[in-house]
Every structure is written in structure tokens, then in C-alpha cells.
Nanobody, 116 residues
Framework: QVQLVESGGKMVQPGGSMTVSCVAT????????MSWVRQAPGKGFEWVSR????????FYADSVKGRFTISRDNAKNTLYLQMNDLRPEDTALYYC?????????WGQGTQVFVSP
């Protein structure tokens, strides 16, 4: 059964850091392009980051570049998003998804709050 389950979302103050996780079941996460996508309150979906197979290169949206890092743990079949210097505008429901531009598998999302 192909499934993605996110976890780790919480509330932090501006400038804080947080890492969210996504455990993949039913497929090898390392053999797929994987992305993080977020939806802020009252807004649409925003692609945040992806990591590609082969080269393993990571790409980021301009809004998070330099602050966020996407990574994979092959042994745990888990995708991570390390978020540093968090800002209120980073508040969103964060989804991991299989794909780079189109996505065929989504997790349920994990909520990230950045607030004083």
C-alpha cells in the first residue's frame, strides 16, 4: 500500500527552527522525486522544495531558499524538511508528495505554526 504520513509540525516563535518528517510506505522513497508542498491559511498550494533521483539535487522556492533543507534517510524511507529562521508567513499545512511538478501520492499534511 502506497502511503505518505507527515509528522513533526508544531508551533514555534519567529526565528525558530523545526523539522517535519514524512514516512513512505509501499515504495522506495529514494527512487522517486519527492516534494514538499504547503498551503497557508486562505491561500492556495505552494510548492516548497523537491529532491530529484539520480543527481539527488534539491530545489527550493524563492520564499524558502537559504532557510529550508530537504533530505532523505534511505534506511528509514523518510523524507525530511528542515526549516530554519521561520517566519509567520511560513505558517501552513505542509504536505509531502511524490513527484516534482505533478504529484500522484500525497500525505495528510502536518500543521506548522509560526507565531509570537
Amino acid at each position: 500500500q502506497v502511503q505518505l504520513v507527515e509528522s513533526g509540525g508544531k508551533m514555534v516563535q519567529p526565528g525558530g527552527s523545526m523539522t517535519v518528517s514524512c514516512v513512505a510506505t509501499g515504495f522506495d522513497l529514494n527512487k522517486q522525486w519527492m516534494s514538499w508542498v504547503r498551503q497557508a491559511p486562505g491561500k492556495g498550494f505552494e510548492w516548497v522544495s523537491r529532491v530529484e533521483t539520480g543527481s539527488g539535487q534539491a530545489f527550493y522556492a524563492d520564499s524558502v531558499k537559504g532557510r529550508f533543507t530537504i533530505s532523505r534517510d534511505n534506511a528509514k524511507n523518510t523524507l525530511y524538511l528542515q526549516m530554519n529562521d521561520l517566519r509567520p508567513e511560513d505558517t501552513a499545512l505542509y504536505y509531502c508528495a511524490r513527484g516534482g511538478w505533478i504529484f500522484d501520492v500525497w500525505g495528510q499534511g502536518t500543521q506548522v505554526f509560526v507565531s509570537p
